[in-house]
Each structure stands twice: as structure tokens, then as C-alpha cells.
């Protein structure tokens, strides 16, 4: 079991890209106090992994405190972020209070990244937080959203997180959400992401960096059995900065909140979750898209393209045998 959780919904850049619109709802920062709180139910729950992020996780102020009562507990920590507030100081922090992986979001080449995150130096932030984690000995990864602005660059962006000897380099498909809406013709369709990925397992591979490469999977590919039809990924839950839990990103703030760790145990939200989680499963495997192929594809993307959660997907192709996945499940 994973958990995303967002320490905070406070962020130093306006991405144009934000599936959470990070920024322009103000909540608390989650707590230092908190967290502990949280930490017996995480266990009860058997989470594994703690994702934080937000926001920009590092503008909260008990960041390393966190950090600390996280990996003390047995969870594995990994942090997200924009890279801004990286120094020397910061990584060494990450690193002696027990961060496992560092994750920085470089978007494209300096220009669009700059453009994109509305912040001219951006660029330069997270390339010397990249250099900064790799130098204090964390694992540094890089991460990538796709979308149509910036494709023509994905080889350079490669190149260039060679040259910098990072751990790992993840590329995520673009969703149309939060702020994302306002740019949703950049989203790809799954036929698209197809060539996309092929295009990058190439590339990397005449680079002699495929090893090192993760592509999100969003789609199935030929014959899946729908007839135990399990599309939701089960083993990962959103905790929102004002305590709203949700099962995926695409039900942040929408009516579809689990429960808020204010008013009850997160282990009883989690587990009480299941009718919700299950009728959203079982209603999938009822979904009939074109020639009864799909199990309707992922219930967050139909809910966030169409406003319907109980509507199929519109990306899937069942003709061409593309057929949408859930997009939490690739592990990130
Ligand atoms: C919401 S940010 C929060 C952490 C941190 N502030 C950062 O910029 O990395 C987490 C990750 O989600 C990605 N992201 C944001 N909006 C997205 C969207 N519409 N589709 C796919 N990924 C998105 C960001 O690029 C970033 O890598």
C-alpha cells in the first residue's frame, strides 16, 4: 500500500500543468503532530511507501521532522518536488533524516520548462537540485510530463538527464485536470502515447540509457479479461493538505472525498472505502464501450474528461485493440 500524501497545498511556482491547481485553495499544512498521529493507522494499513508531496513539500516548515518520523517507522519516503528550495544544506537534511528518494519534476528543455512553470529560472533550480541530491548521495530521480508542447524535446531531455547521471528518468502522460484543463489539447490519445513510448525505448536504447528509463503504462494493449474486471488500482490513497482523502488523483476535490483524518482514523476511512471503491469496480465491469471490448477504461479519466465517473473513458480504442488502464497503476 502506498500513500500520496500532501503536505501541503502551498507551492512557489503556478505550473500551467497542475492537476491539483496547487496554490489557489488555501488549507493548513499537515503537521509534524499529525503525521505521528497518522503513522499507527499507515501501519495497520500496511503502507510500505510514503510519497509526500503537494504543493511544494519543502515550503513546510517541519519537512525533515516528517521526513524523519516516516523512515524511523519503517515507511519508505520518497519526496517530490520542483527542486527550488534544494541547497547543499537541504539535501544533506533529506539525506541524514532519512529521505530514500528525491524526485525532481524537469519538464522540458530550459525555455518551455521555464514557460510551463511560469518562472524563468525554474529550469536552473532543478537542474542544481539535481546535481545537489546526486552530490550528498540521494537518489535522485527526474520526472517528466509529456505533453504536446514539449515531445519534440523528450530526446534532449534524455541526453540531458544522462549527462547528469541521475538514478532514474520517469515519463508521465499529461492529464487534462486541475489547472490542466485550460491546456487539455495537449493530453495525448492512447493510440499516440503508443508511439510515443516506442519512440523512447529507442531512443534510450541507442543512448545506452534504457535501464534507467520508466515510461507510465495508461493502457492495455490486445485481449484483457474484463470478466474479473479490476481497472482501479487498490493499493494507493491521496491524502489531501485539508485532510481529504481521496482513491485517486482525479477525485481531488470532487464530491467523491473518502473521509478527512480530522474527523476520523484513516485506517476507518480506508476500510469503509471499499463500497465505494468496489461500485466503482463493479460498475466498470458493467461499462460496455464500443463492441462490449472495454471494461469502460479508467473511471478518473472518464470522471475527469467527461464529469461522470460512471461513464467509459473516451480515450480507449477498443477497434485497435488500445484499451485505457488505470493510470495509478503504474507505480511512481
Ligand atoms: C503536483 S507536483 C507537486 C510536487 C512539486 N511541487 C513538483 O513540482 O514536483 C507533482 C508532480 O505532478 C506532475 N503533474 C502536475 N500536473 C500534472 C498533470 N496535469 N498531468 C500529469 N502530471 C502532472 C508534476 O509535473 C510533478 O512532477
Not at 511560469?118 to 546535481?131: D, G, I, L, Q, T
Request: aromatic share 8%; net charge neutral; charged share 20%.
Amino acid at each position: 500500500m502506498e500513500v500520496d500524501l500532501h503536505v501541503t497545498n502551498r507551492c512557489n511556482l503556478k505550473c500551467n500543468h497542475c492537476v491539483y491547481s496547487s496554490g489557489e485553495q488555501i488549507m493548513p499544512d499537515i503537521t509534524l503532530e499529525t503525521v505521528k498521529k497518522l503513522i499507527p493507522s499507515f501501519k495497520k494499513m500496511d503502507v510500505k511507501e510514503v510519497h509526500i508531496t503537494g504543493g511544494e513539500p519543502l515550503l513546510n516548515q517541519e519537512i525533515f521532522g516528517i521526513v524523519f518520523e516516516l523512515q524511523k517507522n519503517g515507511f519508505l519516503v520518497r519526496i517530490q518536488t520542483n527542486g527550488i528550495l534544494i541547497t547543499n544544506e537541504t539535501a544533506k537534511k533529506l539525506k541524514s533524516n532519512g529521505a530514500d528518494h528525491i524526485l525532481i519534476s524537469m519538464d522540458g528543455l530550459e525555455n518551455f520548462h521555464n514557460n510551463f512553470r511560469n518562472n524563468e529560472n525554474s529550469y536552473n533550480f532543478a537542474v542544481n537540485a539535481v546535481k545537489t541530491c546526486l552530490k550528498n548521495g540521494l537518489f535522485t530521480r527526474v520526472n517528466t510530463v509529456v505533453s504536446r508542447g514539449n515531445v519534440s524535446e523528450v530526446k534532449s531531455i534524455m541526453q540531458t538527464t544522462k549527462d547528469l547521471n541521475v538514478h532514474q528518468h520517469s515519463f508521465f502522460y499529461f492529464t487534462p485536470f486541475g489547472r490542466g484543463k485550460n491546456i487539455k489539447d495537449s493530453m495525448f490519445s492512447l493510440g499516440e502515447w503508443k508511439q510515443i513510448k516506442d519512440k523512447i525505448v529507442q531512443d534510450a536504447q541507442e543512448m545506452n540509457y534504457l535501464n534507467r528509463i520508466r515510461i507510465q503504462d495508461v493502457f492495455h494493449e490486445n485481449d484483457v479479461d474484463y470478466s474479473n474486471s479490476n481497472i482501479c488500482r487498490e493499493d494507493n490513497c491521496l491524502i489531501l493538505a485539508n485532510g481529504e482523502v481521496y482513491h485517486c488523483v482525479f477525485f481531488a476535490n470532487s464530491p467523491y472525498s473518502l473521509g478527512n483524518i480530522y474527523k476520523e482514523d484513516i485506517f476507518n476511512i480506508w476500510s469503509g472505502c471499499s463500497d465505494l471503491v468496489n461500485s466503482i469496480i463493479s460498475k466498470n465491469s458493467d461499462k460496455k464501450c464500443d463492441n462490449n471490448l472495454c471494461g469502460g477504461g479508467c473511471s478518473g479519466m472518464a470522471y475527469c474528461l467527461s464529469g461522470n465517473i460512471l461513464s467509459c473513458d473516451p480515450r480507449c480504442n477498443p477497434k485497435n485493440n488500445i484499451i485505457s488502464n488505470c493510470i495509478r497503476k503504474y507505480k511512481n
